[in-house]
């Protein structure tokens, strides 16, 4: 089993962060409100509400695919690794994450 995580570059906005897949740690309504129930414009809830502002958001998006980690390198900078575990969840070995190299390797099958 593989998996992939990002980590954002220090300087990266909350929001920004919150917007391209971190986890949201807190945030506000620009309107004011305090919940999405007499509110007209975010019927999906605060994460598809236009004017929810994420204050706190996670720097690491865990469980990423690598397609998202190279993504994210190419426009933020930062870093992304894949960790390899094992069938009993044990990590054996952890690879960067680099544009413009083939992350896929497979020749590690005699430890599954």
Not at 44 to 65: F, M, N, Q, V
């Given at each position: 089993?593989?998996?992939?995580?990002?980590?954002?570059?220090?300087?990266?906005?909350?929001h920004?962060?919150?917007?391209?897949?971190?986890?949201?740690?807190?945030?506000?309504c620009?309107?004011?409100?305090?919940?999405?129930?007499?509110?007209?414009?975010?019927?999906?809830?605060?994460?598809?509400?236009?004017?929810?502002?994420?204050?706190?958001?996670?720097?690491?998006?865990?469980?990423?695919?690598?397609?998202t980690?190279?993504?994210?390198?190419?426009?933020?900078?930062?870093?992304?690794?894949?960790?390899?575990?094992?069938?009993?969840?044990?990590?054996?070995?952890?690879?960067?994450?680099?544009?413009?190299?083939?992350?896929?390797?497979?020749?590690?099958?005699?430890?599954?």
């Amino acid at each position: 089993m593989r998996l992939n995580y990002y980590e954002f570059p220090e300087g990266v906005a909350p929001h920004t962060r919150y917007l391209n897949g971190a986890s949201n740690k807190g945030g506000h309504c620009e309107r004011g409100h305090t919940s999405c129930r007499d509110c007209t414009v975010c019927e999906g809830g605060w994460s598809e509400c236009p004017h929810y502002h994420c204050d706190k958001a996670e720097t690491l998006i865990c469980g990423c695919s690598v397609t998202t980690a190279k993504k994210l390198l190419k426009e933020f900078g930062g870093k992304a690794w894949t960790e390899h575990c094992d069938r009993s969840g044990g990590c054996f070995e952890v690879t960067p994450i680099k544009l413009g190299k083939n992350n896929s390797r497979f020749r590690y099958n005699h430890h599954l």
